[in-house]
């Protein structure tokens, strides 16, 4: 067994007990991304610990989308509680509001993800909260700033500007069948997950523009809520698959 053991990587991640969906969700990223990789995860003095042992020939693999997940943990889940803390403008619905905390989250995602990676390289231990808390002040600082520009009070048209902007910029498509998404190489999208834990009844739109992507191909019928969300922020930007 040592010997076995001995010849494989391992790489940790802990966070505190009470934000275990984002230990579940680096779980489940990265079990699934690997063969031969063996997970353990243990409870102990209010803390939640990943341990991942894998094949020592898939360590710069493994160190690299562990990084890219808890980028997403910290630049979606982290990003989102800070933001729902200070964003609450007048004049829009509490859905609306939802949209426009994804929205402000996606539009910065690919610039803070590289950012924050850049400052897990080599890092074989995260402590999740403690690389945000002592490592992300600046992240945070940015963050707070793009807050306090959203106006006390907000309207739809102004809602619907945002997303055209945002969209404009966007490339690439996403599939909608049910209320999951998928991406262009058939993976299921779960950051919204990190909000919420994934458990809103907006989820699937949350998903849609948390992905990035700048035209949606739908594969099963809509249901009222999404023929909705598509019209108002994604018209000319649908498309129906056979």
């Known amino acids: 067994m040592r010997a076995y053991t001995e010849n494989m990587d391992i790489l940790s991640f802990s966070e505190r007990e009470t934000n275990c969906r984002y230990i579940a969700y680096l779980a489940s990223a990265l079990v699934s991304a690997f063969r031969g990789i063996s997970a353990e995860v243990a409870f102990d003095g209010g803390r939640v610990r990943l341990t991942l042992r894998a094949k020592e020939e898939d360590k710069a693999r493994l160190h690299a989308l562990g990084a890219e997940k808890v980028a997403e943990v910290l630049c979606i889940g982290y990003k989102y509680n800070l933001l729902s803390s200070l964003v609450h403008p007048a004049?829009?619905?509490?859905e609306e509001r939802e949209i426009l905390l994804a929205a402000i989250i996606s539009a910065d995602f690919s610039e803070d993800r590289k950012y924050v990676?850049?400052?897990?390289?080599?890092v074989t231990e995260h402590s999740v909260d403690g690389f945000y808390l002592f490592r992300l002040r600046r992240l945070q600082e940015k963050w707070r700033s793009v807050a306090s520009c959203v106006p006390p009070s907000f309207t739809r048209a102004q809602l619907h500007d945002f997303m055209e902007y945002l969209l404009g910029g966007c490339r690439g498509k996403v599939f909608l069948k049910g209320q999951e998404v998928y991406d262009s190489r058939c993976r299921r999208l779960r950051r919204a997950q990190l909000i919420d834990g994934g458990r809103s009844?907006?989820?699937?739109?949350?998903?849609i523009i948390l992905s990035g992507a700048g035209k949606v191909e739908c594969l099963s019928a809509l249901s009222a809520g999404q023929e909705d969300f598509l019209k108002k922020y994604y018209a000319g930007r649908v498309g129906f698959g056979v």
């Open 201 to 207: 009844e907006i989820n699937t739109r949350r998903e």
């Open 117 to 122: 990676c850049a400052r897990l390289n080599g």
């Open 91 to 94: 004049g829009l619905s509490a």
